[in-house]
């Protein structure tokens, strides 16, 4: 994978996020410093470095790809309301089977996704306001 200007500003501007946004939300950052950069150009390069593993793409439920700069499997927690997405602790981590050959036939397996879904912290105050 070349490493381009584009590529480098994107990977910097996600790893300022904590919150896994959407490439709508990266472009909107990445603009500031490339004016001239393209929505396609943004998806393009987040999806070569999915594909290469230098970052997660998630596709949880609830809509748009969100975009996670530790690329490593571990657990996530969706708000079913406002749709934010945040990483779990590591020592959260559950030690899943190896489902390769579970049942005779061959499988390759990339990764996995553990996600958690409910009411976010602000959320769920809100909830109990009203």
């Known amino acids: ?8 500003v994107i990977l910097e501007v996600l790893q300022t996020h904590k919150d896994h946004p959407t490439a709508d939300q990266l472009y909107s950052e990445v ?18 470095m999915s594909q290469a593993g230098v970052i997660l793409k998630l596709e949880l439920g609830g809509g748009q790809k ?28 559950i030690d899943l ?19 958690y879904y409910g009411y976010c912290e602000k959320c769920a105050a809100e909830r109990q306001l009203n």
């Not at 994978?1 to 480098?8: L, V």
């Not at 969100?66 to 981590?93: G, I, K, Q, Y």
């Open 97 to 115: 089977p190896d489902i390769s050959s579970i049942d005779g036939t061959n499988r390759i397996v990339l990764g996995n996704t553990l996600e």
């Open 66 to 93: 969100r975009f996670d700069p530790t690329p490593t499997d571990h657990a996530h927690f969706r708000c079913v309301n406002c749709s934010s997405v945040e990483d779990l602790p590591e020592d959260f981590a």
């Open 1 to 8: 994978m070349r490493n381009t200007e584009q590529k480098s």
């Open 31 to 48: 603009r500031e410093r490339l004016p001239r950069i393209s929505l396609g150009t943004v998806y393009r390069n987040l999806e070569k």
